[in-house]
Structure formats: C-alpha cells, structure tokens
C-alpha cells in the first residue's frame, strides 16, 4: 500500500508568547526555528494549498486531518488564522472530509477566534499543567510570570456548552514533582473531553528529569490510571491510556507515545519546508529537517519518503510488551547518533503498560 499523509501540522506562527522551560521548539538542542520567517507569506499558503490540493485529488483519501500549530499559533491573528483555514478548505475537492485542530496555549483565544473555528469546525486543544502551581512551574512568560491565570480564564469560556463541539480537550507535560491526581483533578475542573499526559520529552543523551524523592514516571501515571479507570462514570478520555488498551486488543494506537512509529504525519514550516515530528528536536540540530519543501516535493513523494520505520533495539524485539509500547517515542530512543535503542522512559513504560494489562485482564476475566 502505498504511504499515506493522514495529518498535516501546519506551522502557522514560528514564535511564541510563552517561555516554557521544558520547549521542545525554543530550548532544545535544534534552533532551526531562528531561521524561519514568522508567518506564511502568501505565496507559501498559496503553494500550500496547491500541494494539499495536489494530493487529495490524486489519491482521494477518506479523510485528512490539518492542525495549526506553533510556536504559538494564534499570534497569527485573527486575519492570519483565517486566510489559512479558507485556503485550505478552498483546496480540498467536493467530499473531503477535513478534519481542522489547533493546539494553543489559550492566552490569545477570544470570542472572535472562537467564532472562526465554529466557522471552520476546528477543533481547539489547549496546553494546561494542572492547577496553578503545577501550571506555573514551567509555563510562565519571558519575564517570569506564569500563565495560569489567563489559560484558566480561556478555559472557563471554552468549557461553556455552547462551545463543547470545538474542545477537544487539554494537553499536560508530566512532572513528576506534582501530585498527579492533583494534576488530574484540577485537570477535570475545565470538563475536558480528552487529555493527553505527555511524558517530557528526553533521550539517553539528554534524559527525561528524574528529581531525587519523586516518584518515578510510572508510579506518577498509574496513580491517576487507578483513579482514572476506577471512577463511577467516565468524566473524560486519557489519550496514553486508551492507546495501550487499543494496542492490547490489536487495534492501532492513536498517538505517537505508544505503539511504534506513527506514519502519516508531516510537518509543514512557515518557510513551507517539510519537516517530520517536532519530538525528534530534542535529538540533535536539524533532526526533524528532510531537506523537501513544498516548491520541490509533493505530499506523496514526501510520504513515501517518510515512511521507513527505525529499526527497534534487541531489547525491544524480545521485550513482552512490545505490542503495545512499539519501543516508545522515537525521539526518547536516541542515543549516540542512532534510534536502536529502547525509550529512555523503557522501565517506566514496561511499569505501567504490566499494570494497565493487569487491570483490564481481570475485568475481563481472562490472565495475562
Ligand atoms: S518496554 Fe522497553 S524494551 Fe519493552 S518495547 Fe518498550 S522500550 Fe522496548
């Protein structure tokens, strides 16, 4: 079968108003972003737009989904976020379905942005820590001041019913200093629909923090898996666990933090240069760079060349839980110039997929 673009992430705003310390764009080792412009010039929309024309014509398929993304996306403006959704929607041929998203640190999201993603149906996930201490920790503005305040704010009005059809849900990087069913549970007092738990993101070069007296990655995650999966009704999704339940029963994960390598997703820079995911800047310089861009390659030709999988460490290959973990994040396999390495979180996620396949095994009764 030939390889497929399921996801595009287009870079709308190369900046960001925040100066969070864990970035994976502005504080790791890759700081190609210096080099980009701003925004898209029109005529990089313009081609954009031709190539995802280009490529829903000829390969029609079912569904494509397009998500604005940053830096921060809304210092795009109102002006900028909407010649790019109506470029794109102009491309797309009589039956397509386009699914648009935009992930957003929330603290430029107004009633007008808010009418344009109705407008468009895109779909808004907002990065948010936990409570206001957990929050602040690391997501604070260049002069020190956190950010809490003006994300909850956006929060309380995107929570509001009338908005429900356009949440998708809050995206929280995991410190394990935290108490994580405190994270949880301030998580759950903006309603979300879904939340993704995003391990930070490190390798066996740069490892993930591990702060003497905390609990380790998996103890953090089980803690709220227990009460996640414990809860009389179901108040929200967690996107890493149902991963590993989808894996456990031979279905494919639906984020990249489990399950192998995950095709189909293109990066698309303000320069309109073709990039993979952004997790692998925390590697090296220029890791996520495939020097293609829209003025040289299609979207297919650069599926294809994409779609070659990293090889997994022997480890891996003999590990019991390899069905569902895949190895991990590529990007948390890199050591010494190579991805044949098992993740830098190995022992955290062996922990934690052994209790998840525990939990759910003896509901249904059967041994693992
Ligand atoms: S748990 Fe460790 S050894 Fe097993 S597949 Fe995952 S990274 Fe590889």
Redesign the pocket.
């Known amino acids: 079968m030939p390889a497929s673009v399921q996801q595009i992430v287009l870079k709308v705003h190369s900046r960001c108003n925040l100066s969070c310390t864990y970035c994976y764009v502005y504080e790791s080792v890759d700081q190609t972003w210096k080099r980009q412009p701003f925004t898209f010039r029109p005529a990089t929309l313009q081609r954009i737009a031709e190539r995802i024309h280009e490529y829903l014509s000829e390969h029609r398929p079912p569904a494509l989904s397009v998500v604005l993304h940053g830096g921060e996306p809304l210092l795009a403006g109102h002006d900028g976020i909407a010649a790019t959704l109506a470029a794109i929607r102009a491309a797309a041929p009589d039956g397509t379905r386009l699914r648009f998203g935009i992930q957003s640190n929330g603290i430029l999201l107004d009633d007008r942005f808010l009418d344009l993603f109705h407008e468009y149906g895109v779909r808004v996930g907002v990065s948010l820590d936990g409570g206001r201490d957990a929050h602040d920790r690391h997501r604070t503005f260049a002069g020190g001041a956190g950010s809490y305040d003006r994300t909850a704010a956006a929060l309380r009005t995107l929570a509001e019913p009338r908005h429900r059809a356009i949440y998708s849900g809050l995206l929280c990087t995991i410190d394990v200093r935290n108490d994580p069913v405190g994270v949880y549970e301030d998580l759950l007092r903006f309603d979300p629909p879904a939340i993704d738990l995003l391990l930070p993101h490190g390798n066996w070069t740069n490892p993930p923090p591990r702060p003497p007296g905390a609990p380790s990655y998996a103890e953090w995650l089980i803690a709220i898996f227990d009460r996640w999966y414990d809860a009389p009704v179901a108040r929200t999704r967690i996107r890493l666990f149902e991963s590993m339940m989808y894996r456990m029963l031979g279905d494919a994960s639906p984020t990249e933090s489990v399950g192998g390598d995950q095709a189909g997703v293109v990066v698309i820079e303000t320069d309109g240069s073709y990039e993979q995911t952004d997790s692998l800047r925390t590697t090296e310089d220029g890791a996520a760079a495939t020097g293609l861009s829209v003025d040289t390659a299609s979207l297919a030709e650069l599926a294809a060349r994409l779609d070659v999988p990293s090889p997994l460490?022997g480890?891996?290959l003999s590990?019991p839980?390899?069905r569902v973990?895949?190895?991990?994040l590529r990007a948390h396999r890199w050591s010494d110039g190579s991805f044949t390495h098992?993740?830098a979180y190995?022992d955290d996620?062996?922990a934690i997929?052994r209790h998840v396949e525990q939990r759910v095994a003896a509901d249904l009764g059967v041994r693992v």
């Open positions: 460490a480890k891996c590990c839980v390899l973990c895949g190895g991990g098992p993740s190995c996620l062996y997929i």
